[in-house]
């Protein structure tokens, strides 16, 4: 909300020389927040000048300009900037006659953009000044021509200054309104702030124009509420307060000093009718519309719409209306949007002789959904959907009727109607110590009586508690922690003390919690960036990477997705995660070494659709949250990773490294033990991956069982073109709740070995088909508690070795608790470990 400081101060008292710093910060301390000072961004010498005469100069461009002897000060007085009284000025503009008075911008004078003004030779001539034109001052966007201060009913002598003449040297303050107080989106709003913070006398704009409403009890004029559709069990429409002008005279222009207001506070000047209706919106925060009467037919009805009804609106928009869209209609149909915007049948123009003003109070839901539906937010819609005091609609109206009678000649008429039902505010309970319990401040009994009636509640005693009943403009007050709230504001926030709040005993993290925090740092200390992807996929991805077998995989697809391409909640993280290697490839970074944990979305039952959404209206009953739930697809936290490029640079005396699979699965490693289990890697198959390149990740439980969690490989090299990506792309995705379910509940340390390991190799001939990693558990098995450590180091193919069948090479490490182990201990639990193979596997020792 814009308030320009001249208005005000009409309404509260301001001390002279306020600034808008000291107005920001006063409203900031009950509560509202800064935003911006706005102002003209205009400096002098900027004067009221006089066309003495001018020569029309056609030029041999096609262009006609105006040499122009202009008279800027009194006769025979020094101009403002210090210069003659009469001054040749350079006019490109034709619209104005000798003798008009006109404003000119001397040398010296900076207007909005910024632009400098300074004598400067053009067209032959030394242009001591310029005439300027409405857009150019910033009072709106007229250039078709010069100002004419004639047609604005002024006629100032001649010097005068134009920037106070026209209101360019108001400031406008800005601050930001929360949905809760509606109410500050009006002069009249945030005076009343004003005054509670400063403790200056506030005027209410409403009291002042309520004795000019001699006419508020017109009649005559029909008006029907036909609310078929209450939203909420409440009337569209609670009041509804019309009025008749006539003989008004359209043709006049708006007053400079409320063009500047409406300028600053954010609004274009249209019309001096339109212009008056904006006025006394922001003046009293109740929407005004104006209809031509004589464009009426009938009376006005205020209903729902009809299925199929169409509306043409303000801005030449037909608009398809919904059945829950509350309307103005007259014999002919609909002719506004209540509430959002009127109808173009009806509106105001140069033409206009007879206005019927509609003040009105509408339910804040149903605007709120109407603006929404048809994307159509507007100064009213604004207001309307965060609450409007109903108490006000009468002064408004009466208020339009007195600008209208004062500024467009016109007269006010007795036709005119009033319907109230607004519900008077119910009194709330306030207990005795109350607000000291919750706030921590002890406030005494007049300090709460004072801050509730100085925001305009009625305060009365009840049996151990205060009855307040809330003013009508504020609708956000309905529970004793909103009274509590007001009490510590309008006293001052300053009161309540500044004390650390004590954390609550608890149990802290939870195993799980624990256990994924420690993946995380695990990773990202040993060279892992955590990455964050958006969770929205397309289908194609999903049932690329959500299964490693071909086929759809259910996925929950949104109502009201961000981007069309990709309506789906993701089922893998790998999608997200080649995406973020595809960005930043595209950007130069070539090596890649990242992860990210988080959730997908695994739906088993059926789909939450919109046709099983209660209304929004309505509160659910237990059963249907209990379906609702029921509906949520399961949503477990993955870990996926990615590497490419290199995993070690180039440097002097450094040959580069290339990232592929082995990084992913050491990552893979890195995992497992973080949450103190170990990962096994059996070959097998993805449709996503390189056939020969991928591995599924099976953990190895304490008590022997083996879980499959996920698979890790190099992404297919067609694919990996497809996306744009390197030919070798290394990726891993495993279930993490599922693996941190069969982790141990406690990750003990191995104890430090006593005496020295004895160290060798075994090469094993198997058929090609056998998977290394059944052997290598098949020698751990045969080899015994002496068996440290086992891993396979060599897969040879090749001479020597007999047709369809491979070498596998393991190197064990053997050790004792109580001893120093001897070679022939160490042979001896390695060909117990290779006997296993061979009665499995018809393994045969490699000579």
Partial sequence: MRVPLSWLGEYVDLEPGTTAEEVHAALVSVGLEEEDVHTFEISGPVVVGQVLEFEEEPQTNGKTIRWCQVRVAPEGQKAADGGPDVRGIVCGARNFLRGDKVVVTLPGAVLPGPFPIAARKTYGHVSDGMIASARELGLGDDHEGILRLTTLGLDPEVGTDAIALLGLDDTAVEVNVTPDRGYAFSIRGIAREYSHATGAAFRDPADAVTVHAAGAHAHGFSVTIDDRAPIRDRVGASVFVTRVVRDVDGTRPTPPWMVSRLKLAGIRSISLVVDITNYVMLELGQPIHGYDLDALTGGIVVRRAHEGETLVTLDDQTRALHVEDLLITDESGAIGLAGVMGGASTEISAQTRNVLIEAANFDPVSIARTARRHKLPSEASKRFERGVDPRVAVA??????????????????????????????????????????????????????????????????????????????????????????????????????????????????????????????????????????????????????????????????????????????????????????????????????????????????????????????????????????????????????????????????????????????????????????????????????????????????????????????????????????????????????????????DIIAGTIAGFPAATQDLSLVVPEETHAGDVLRAIREGAGPLLEDIRLVDDYRGAGIPAAHKSLTFALRFRADDRTLTAAEASEAKLAGAAIAADRFGAAIRE
């Fill in 396 to 745: 408004a109206a009466a208020r339009v009727v007195q600008l209208l009678e004062q500024l467009a000649g016109g007269h006010a008429d007795e036709l005119g109607s009033l319907h109230d039902a607004a519900e008077q505010a119910e009194a709330i309970r306030l207990p005795d110590g109350y607000i000291q319990g919750l706030v921590g401040v002890d406030f005494t009994d007049d300090e709460v009586r004072g801050a509730l009636a100085e925001i305009g509640g009625t305060v009365t005693d009840g049996d151990g508690a205060l009855l307040v009943v809330p003013p009508s403009w504020r609708p956000d007050l309905t529970d004793k922690s909103d009274l509590a709230e007001e009490v510590a504001r309008i006293v001052g926030f300053d009161r309540i003390p500044s004390v650390l709040p004590v954390a609550p005993p608890g149990s802290g993290l939870s195993r799980e919690q624990k256990l994924r925090r420690a993946v995380a740092q695990m990773l990202a200390d040993n060279g892992s960036t955590e990455v964050l992807a958006f969770p929205f996929v397309s289908e194609h991805e999903n049932d690329l990477f959500g299964s490693p077998e071909e086929g759809s995989v259910p996925a929950v697809r949104l109502a009201n997705a961000l981007d069309a391409t990709a309506p789906y909640l993701r089922t893998s993280l790998l999608p997200g995660l080649l995406e973020i290697a595809k960005r930043n490839l595209a950007r130069g970074l070539v090596d890649l070494n990242v992860y990210e944990i988080g959730t997908v979305f695994r739906p088993s039952g059926a789909a939450l659709g919109s046709e099983t959404l209660p209304p929004g209206a309505v509160l659910p009953s237990d059963d249907v949250l209990a379906g609702l739930n029921a509906g949520i697809p399961a949503q477990p936290r993955y870990l996926a990773g990615l590497v490419v490029g290199n995993a070690v640079l180039k440097e002097p005396g450094q040959a580069p490294v290339a990232a592929g699979l082995a990084d992913a699965l050491t990552m893979v490693r890195q995992t497992a033990a973080a949450v103190g289990l170990e990962v096994e890697f059996v070959q097998s198959r993805h449709q996503a991956l390189h056939p020969g390149r991928t591995a599924q990740l099976v953990a190895l439980g304490g008590d022997g069982a083996r879980t499959v969690v996920g698979y890790a490989g190099e992404l297919l090299p067609a694919l990996a073109e497809e996306l744009d990506l390197p030919r070798v792309v290394a990726v891993f995705e495993l279930d993490l709740d599922a693996l941190i379910a069969v982790a141990p509940s």
